[in-house]
C-alpha cells in the first residue's frame, strides 16, 4: 500500500509539472491569436482591454477544462492497470 502512494504521489507532482506547461502553453498560444487578429482586424480600442478580456473568455471556456485531463487518463490508467494485474 505504500509503494501505491508513493507511485500516486510522484505521478501527481509529474504531472503537475506538465500541467502547468501546457496550461501556459495553451494560454501564450491563445494570447498570439487574439493579438493577431485585433492586428489583423483593425479593431476598435485598446489592445490590452482586447486581448484581457479574450483571456478571461479563454479561461472559462472547454478547451482550458479538457486540459485537467492530464490528471485524469493516467490516473485511470494506472488504477486499471494495477486492478488487472491483481486481480485477473
Do not use: C, H
Not at 59 to 70: A, E, H, M, N, Y
Amino acid at each position: 500500500m505504500i509503494a501505491f502512494l508513493q507511485l500516486m504521489f510522484g505521478a501527481f507532482v509529474v504531472l503537475t509539472l506538465v500541467y502547468i506547461g501546457v496550461s501556459l502553453y495553451s494560454r501564450s498560444v491563445r494570447r498570439g491569436k487574439l493579438e493577431a487578429e485585433w492586428e489583423a482586424g483593425g479593431k476598435v480600442g485598446d489592445r490590452d482591454a482586447f486581448v484581457q478580456q479574450g483571456l478571461k473568455d479563454y479561461d472559462g471556456s472547454l478547451r482550458r477544462k479538457l486540459i485537467l485531463g492530464v490528471y485524469v487518463v493516467p490516473f485511470t490508467l494506472m488504477v486499471v492497470i494495477i486492478y488487472l494485474i491483481n486481480f485477473y
